[in-house]
């Protein structure tokens, strides 16, 4: 990995896009690197535009904020169509397929994940979406250590619903995906 991974988590208040970037964070430190996480969204909340960045370094971030990603997961064409041109050539772009019907014309290793329908067909719930994303991420990228991803999940989400976000993650790690 490099010295610093910058990543964009972007969709709409309710898409659970603060949790991804949280967890995301979590296991970086789990994995025994640099993490900060920071995060905006509308003042409505949720249905308006909202974003997680998470900043992974082997050291310290001297830095706080995301300048260009090397990773964008957008979970919506909302979200695709305000941060693409934020993302370095080159990086990698994964987008919720479900959400994104149009990829602009961009320099970057592209990967559709159904993050949606998956949560729908499987869990009967589309807020599971981003737990589907964040295991298609891991596998793409390997950006965190797995257990250590599903040791974030286990410490983040309530223990109500930590049997279906595992089973997402793992539904995430294991899906097929278009590139």
């Known amino acids: 990995m490099q010295n610093r991974i910058e990543i964009k988590i972007g969709g709409h208040g309710g898409q659970g896009v603060v949790l991804a970037g949280q ?17 905006t969204y509308g003042a409505e909340a949720r249905g308006s535009l909202a974003r997680s960045e998470v900043i992974i370094s082997d050291g310290k971030i ?8 090397d990773i964008l997961l957008a979970m919506n064409q909302k979200s695709l169509d305000a941060h693409f041109k934020n993302l370095k050539e080159n990086g990698v772009l994964i987008v919720d397929s479900s959400n994104v019907e149009s990829i602009p014309e961009i320099k970057a290793r592209i990967f559709r994940v159904p993050a949606t329908e998956i949560a729908r067909k499987e869990f ?27 040791k974030a999940i286990r410490d983040s989400v309530s223990e109500r619903t930590l049997g279906a976000n595992l089973n997402a993650y793992r539904k995430g790690l294991h899906t097929k995906f278009e590139t």
């Open 23 to 39: 967890i995301l964070g979590k296991a970086a430190v789990f994995d025994g690197k640099n993490a900060l996480q920071t995060q």
């Open 124 to 150: 009967g719930e589309i807020l599971y979406a981003n737990i589907v994303m964040l295991g298609a991420l891991t596998r793409i990228t390997n950006l965190v250590n797995k257990e250590s991803l599903e």
């Open 62 to 69: 001297g830095f706080p904020a995301v300048r260009k990603c």
